[in-house]
C-alpha cells in the first residue's frame, strides 16, 4: 500500500514587538518610502528579551498539534529548519523536544537558509512515505535579528522574527506532499553570510571589532539569483509531480522582496493574486516565512481543503528548491487533545530528569 505525507496541522508565532520602518528611519538612514518601494515591507517584528528560537518554536508547535489533534507524546521526529540556532550545538530541535515534552521524537535542526522549510518538510515527507516513521513535526524559527547590524540599511531594513510550523502524519488517502526539488549553488556562499562565530573564524576581538558576527550581503547578487530561480524551480516541482500550473491555485513564495515576487509571476505570467504575500507585516523571515504565510492564508481562508499549490525558496547556501502539495486538513480523528497541558507535564519532566541526573552523577562518582 502506498503511503502519503499529510500536512494536518499548522500553527505561527511572531513577537510582539513591531519596528516599523518609520522606526528603523530613526536609527539608520533611510525612510518608510524607500523601503516601500525596493521591497513592499511595512513592519517587522522583533524578538524581546526572552524571546528565542525555541519559544517562538514551541507556541507555533502547540497550534500545530491542536490542529491536528496530536499529541507532543504521538510525535516521531522533530525537525527545526533555522540559521539562528540558540547555540552552535545542542540542536535548538532538541530544546523544542525538550519544550513540548515529546518524549518518543527523535530531534534535529537543518540549515538550508531561507530554502530550509522546503527541505525539511522534504526530508519529513520522505521519511513518512518510506514507512520509518509515522510523524512528524516541521518547523521554521529564526530570530535573525540578533543577527542584524543596525548600522548597515541595506539589511537591517530586511530582517523580522517568526516561526511557523507543520505537523505531518502518515495516510494512505492521496494527497499531501506531492513532488518536491531541492538545489544548491555553493560558489555563491559567500553572497550572504554570518562569517563569525564558526570553526573557521571562532569568535575573538578582531571578528566581533570586524563585525563578522553580523549578516553580510550582496543585496544586488541575491537579487538576480532569485529572481532567475523562483519560477524555473516551480516549474520544476510540478513536472515531478505530473502537473501543470494550471492545476495549482497558490504559489506560497519566501517573503523577500515583493520585486522577486512580482518577477516570479511575470517569469511563470501568473497574476499576482495568485500568490500568497504577508511581507508587507512580517518583513522576511528566512525559513519561517513560508510557513508563516501558509498558516496565515489557512486562517484568513484563502487557502482551502482541495487546494493544490507550491512554496517556492531561496537563500543563502546558495540554495533554492520548491515543493506540491494538495491541501487535505487534518486526519479524522476521536477525541480532543489539548497539547498545551503537555507543556505544564514537559517542565516537569524536564526538571525530574534534570534531577536524576545529578543524583546519579553523584553516585557514579563515589563509584569511581
Ligand atoms: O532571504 C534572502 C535574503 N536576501 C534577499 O532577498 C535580498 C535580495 N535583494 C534585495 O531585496 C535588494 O537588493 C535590496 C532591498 C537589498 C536592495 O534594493 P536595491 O533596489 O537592489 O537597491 P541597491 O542596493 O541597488 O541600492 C540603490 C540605492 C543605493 O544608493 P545609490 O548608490 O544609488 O546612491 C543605496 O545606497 O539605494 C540606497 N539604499 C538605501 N536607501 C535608503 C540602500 N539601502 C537603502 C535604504 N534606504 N535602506
Known amino acids: 500500500m502506498t503511503t502519503y505525507a499529510h500536512i494536518t496541522g499548522w500553527g505561527m508565532s511572531a513577537p510582539e514587538s513591531i519596528m516599523t520602518n518609520d522606526d528603523l528611519s530613526k536609527i539608520v538612514e533611510t525612510n518608510d518610502q524607500w523601503i516601500r518601494e525596493r521591497t513592499g515591507i511595512h ?50 530541535a532538541c530544546l523544542i523536544q525538550d519544550q513540548l515534552g515529546a518524549t518518543k521524537a527523535g530531534a534535529f535542526d537543518l540549515l538550508a537558509a531561507c530554502s530550509g522549510f522546503i527541505y525539511a518538510l522534504n526530508m519529513a515527507a520522505q ?9 512528524a513535526l516541521v518547523i521554521g524559527s529564526e530570530t535573525l535579528s540578533r543577527f542584524v547590524n543596525w548600522k548597515d540599511r541595506s539589511t537591517c531594513i530586511l530582517f523580522g522574527d517568526g516561526a511557523g510550523a507543520f505537523v505531518l502524519q502518515a495516510s494512505d488517502q ?10 544548491s ?17 571562532p569568535a575573538t576581538e578582531a571578528t566581533l571589532h570586524d563585525g563578522r558576527h553580523f549578516i553580510q550581503m550582496d543585496g544586488n547578487e541575491v537579487f538576480r ?23 495549482i491555485n497558490w504559489i506560497v513564495p519566501h517573503q523577500a522582496n515583493i520585486r522577486i515576487i512580482g518577477a516570479a509571476a511575470r517569469g511563470l505570467k501568473l497574476p499576482m493574486e495568485r500568490f500568497i504575500v504577508n511581507l508587507q507585516e512580517y ?14 492564508a489557512i486562517e484568513k481562508g ?3 481543503t482541495g487546494d493544490k499549490l507550491v512554496m517556492v525558496g531561496f537563500g543563502a547556501g546558495l540554495t533554492w528548491g520548491a515543493l506540491a502539495a494538495e491541501w487535505t486538513g487534518p486526519l479524522p480523528s476521536k477525541g480532543h487533545v489539548h497539547p498545551e497541558q503537555y507543556r505544564r507535564f514537559a517542565r516537569l519532566r524536564s526538571l525530574v530528569r534534570r534531577a536524576i541526573r545529578f543524583v546519579e552523577g553523584l553516585l557514579y562518582r563515589r563509584e569511581l
Do not use: W
Open 43 to 92: 513592519q517587522r517584528h522583533i524578538a524581546k528579551d526572552g524571546e528565542f528560537p525555541s519559544t517562538l518554536a514551541v507556541q507555533a508547535a502547540l497550534k500545530a498539534l491542536k490542529v491536528a489533534n496530536l499529541r507532543p507524546t504521538d510525535l516521531d521526529l522533530i525537525i527545526c529548519s533555522t540559521s539562528s540556532p540558540e547555540y552552535i550545538f545542542p540542536a535548538t
Open 127 to 135: 521519511a513518512i512515505r518510506s514507512g520509518s516513521i509515522k510523524s
Open 174 to 183: 492521496p494527497g499531501g506532499v506531492l513532488s518536491a526539488v531541492m538545489h
Open 185 to 201: 549553488d555553493g560558489s555563491g556562499s559567500n553572497l550572504l553570510t554570518i562569517e563569525g562565530g564558526g570553526s573557521r573564524h
Open 225 to 247: 539569483f532569485a529572481t532567475r530561480v523562483m519560477a524555473s524551480a516551480t516549474l520544476e516541482v510540478l513536472e515531478c509531480a505530473g502537473l501543470k500550473l494550471e492545476d
Open 283 to 296: 518583513g522576511n523571515t528566512s525559513t519561517a516565512s513560508i510557513p508563516m504565510a501558509m498558516v496565515e
Open 302 to 304: 484563502q487557502i482551502k
